[in-house]
T-cell receptor, first 117, second 111 residues
């Protein structure tokens, strides 16, 4: 079945540094990928929609200059948390649509646990 | 604005029981509804996907139903096992190609 690989699974960084998270679709092409954030004991909140070859679409309240998204190919989207702050510590998950149209399922990566010290 | 809720927030049952998890959504204009499982600190595993034109889907001990007009879906788990312990999330895909997640139901199956 369709697989989405997310890397790294865990990362610890110091305040002020930047962290890049990769999301790859391994056996299918994904023109659209989605980035979610999950706080402890809460559900997933959509941060942005990543479109191959164009700018990402950010949800209201998400700082686009803080969370840089690049979708340079049909199999890779990256999320860079710039100038990380302890409040950015969270679980980040990406997903990719396994096909075209609204009826195709979403496949999720295993997530990245970010801890900013 | 689409809102998704799940009841109950937490559920604890003895092994072997059948159980039902509920998901409600406010806007019936959806493409599909998907049920996921999430283990602590892990990503999501897709369980069942129901298209908007479908009424139910089954996979093994799992059965999911969808009543779009009333904005409800249920996930039925038969003969529960300790390995079923996890958080179960429902997610609706809206007409604007967004997926809205419910808050989840935390299930604990006691041996």
């Amino acid at each position: 079945g369709a697989v989405v690989s997310q890397h790294p699974s865990r990362v610890i960084c110091k305040s002020g540094t930047s962290v890049k998270i990769e999301c790859r679709s391994l056996d299918f092409q994904a023109t659209t990928m989605f980035w979610y954030r999950q706080f402890p004991k809460q559900s997933l909140m959509l941060m942005a929609t990543s479109n191959e070859g164009s700018k990402a679409t950010y949800e209201q309240g998400v700082e686009k200059d803080k969370f840089l998204i690049n979708h340079a190919s049909l199999t890779l989207s990256t999320l860079t948390v710039t100038s990380a702050h302890p409040e950015d510590s969270s679980f980040y998950i990406c997903s990719a649509r396994g096909g075209q149209g609204g009826n195709s399922p979403l496949h999720f990566g295993n997530g990245t646990r970010l801890t900013v010290t | 604005k689409q809102e998704v809720t799940q009841i109950p927030a937490a559920l604890s049952v003895p092994e072997g029981e059948n159980l039902v998890l509920n998901c409600s959504f406010t806007d019936s204009a959806i493409y599909n509804l998907q049920w996921f499982r999430q283990d602590p600190g892990k990503g999501l595993t897709s369980l069942l996907l129901i298209q908007s034109s479908q009424r139910e889907q089954t996979s093994g001990r799992l059965n999911a139903s969808l009543d779009k007009s009333s904005g409800r879906s249920t996930l039925y788990i038969a003969a529960s096992q300790p390995g079923d312990s996890a958080t179960y999330l429902c997610a609706v895909r809206t007409s604007y190609d967004k997926v809205i997640f419910g808050p989840g139901t935390s299930l604990s199956v006691i041996p």
